[in-house]
């Protein structure tokens, strides 16, 4: 499994983006997680989801003025931190 | 004593309303038993299941006062505070702020220190007997310096209705902000600050809201920047000796108040189920009753606007040659009822209804109030008259 994580400004934000895909995907389309300590965010909240709808889920967010800080794609597994890659700065 | 014992005889909602609606008094147990957490300190199960009760109750508030969106909500601990975080987050040195003798010492009290430290001028509009503004006086008022203009929606001492969406006209007509202090119209008014053409709108959750004491917020129009005038942890942008500069956290410092916030969030959600035009038709016919009533009793002089749909249920009065307060103590030794008496915080206010500084006496019912509670005051009132002037 890959995951893509958005990360954002403030908590307001993460809360929102998690509404908004809730809302509009239903749920098990993204889960709010610790940011990873590999990436620098605002919040210490991030929306992580399947990489494969990272490009639906960015779209949603984006719609619904959802600010985004940060995309970050993790490539192998959840422990593994190395890979870990910034692939959009808000 | 009143015909039944479970009358309610608190008359002094116009204070602290009560009683809650029973999910007000649920939600906040329910917080502090089950959930616990900080809101936006961890990601933890319960810290998110905090985050999204603040979430829920932010949009609540948003939609409810009809701001353009709910990150232009800040929860303040009630209109004190609120109003505090406006006057010193945007006043600069040199502006001239323009108020109404109408205003509660929430007000007052800031521009007077700022006043005192020679940061700022301020000019008080006059107000009639009955608490209406002299929008001439206004008008007249505004400089090129002048840079808020700040009035309550409804007087606290008066029940006055003030014409806020005239005041915001003439405001913006000068590019000046408008501040209106919502203590005591939000939760018994329907209104919406776009309509009303507000900038920013301070209310508190403890009285017409029915949420519990220390819940309360501001709305700023988006695009005006206040200054925070409280800074700390926000569990955001920790690494940064600076505060964080995005709405809501930007007015936002330290770990809210998540039981009121709760309470407060279970509150407007009442007022929703049961409709503002409802909320305002039922304290309206109270407060009709009330004044009809009183203007029978002889010695009784009613201040304020004298049509009740010009006011809200509030009602100031006094005791021809009685002092307010022997007049509360003996509604309250003898038949238990529960009054405010004296300035009610507002002193300017008493100045222009012409009842500085003895004050009134304010009976305020409330929502949950029935006719034959207000009729059962009103024949005590009668009785303490009678008794009282021979």
Partial sequence: MEYTYFTFPTTYYALKAEKVVLEQKGEGHAKMVPVPRKISSSCGTALRCCSNEKDIIEELLNTHQVSIEGIYRLEEEKINLKNLLRIRKG | ?390
């Fill in chain 2, 1 to 390: 004593m009143p015909p039944d014992k479970n009358y309610n005889l608190y008359f002094d909602n116009a204070a602290t309303s009560w009683p809650k609606p029973e999910p007000v008094y649920t939600a906040a147990e329910k917080y502090l038993r089950s959930t616990g957490g900080s809101p936006g300190r961890s990601s933890h199960s319960r810290a998110l299941r905090a985050d999204r009760l603040v979430y829920e109750a932010r949009e609540r508030v948003s939609s409810f006062l009809g701001a353009e969106n709910p990150g232009q909500i800040v929860f303040t601990l009630n209109a004190t505070d609120a109003l505090n975080m406006a006057i010193k987050g945007l006043l600069q040195q040199g502006d001239h702020v323009i108020l109404t003798t109408m205003e509660h010492n929430s007000v007052l009290r800031p521009l007077g220190s700022l006043k005192r430290k020679g940061i700022i001028n301020t000019t008080v509009v006059p107000a009639s007997t009955d608490g209406y503004p002299d929008l001439d006086y206004l008008q007249n008022s505004l400089t090129s310096t002048t840079r808020l203009v700040i009035c309550s929606h409804a007087s606290n001492v008066l029940g006055t209705i003030m014409p806020v969406k005239s005041m915001a006209e003439i405001a913006h007509r000068h590019n000046c902000l408008l501040l209106v202090d919502a203590a005591q119209s939000a939760g018994c008014l329907h209104f919406n600050v776009k309509e009303l053409g507000v900038d920013l709108l301070a209310f508190t959750g403890h009285k017409g809201l029915l949420g519990p004491p220390g819940s309360g917020g501001l709305y700023v129009r988006e695009g005006i920047k206040v200054d925070p005038w409280r800074e700390g942890g926000t569990g955001s942008q920790s690494e940064k000796d600076e505060h964080p500069s995005e709405m809501p956290e930007r007015l936002e410092a330290g770990t809210m108040n998540v039981p009121g916030i709760a309470g407060l969030n279970e509150g407007i959600k009442f007022l929703q189920s049961e409709g503002m035009e409802q909320i305002r038709a039922h304290e309206l016919s109270l407060a009709t009753r009330l004044l009809d009533g009183l203007n029978k009793i002889p010695g009784i002089t009613i201040y304020g606007p004298s049509r009740p749909e010009d006011r809200l249920a509030n009602v100031s009065f006094n005791l021809k040659n009685f002092d307010a307060g022997e007049l509360a103590f003996a509604l309250e030794e003898n038949f238990g009822i529960q009054s405010r008496t004296g300035l009610h915080c507002a002193p300017l206010a008493h100045k222009s209804a012409g009842t500085f500084p003895h004050g009134t006496i304010r009976l305020s019912p409330g929502y949950f109030h029935r006719e034959e509670e207000v009729d059962y005051v009103l024949e005590c009132l009668e009785q303490t008259a009678r008794h009282l002037v021979n």
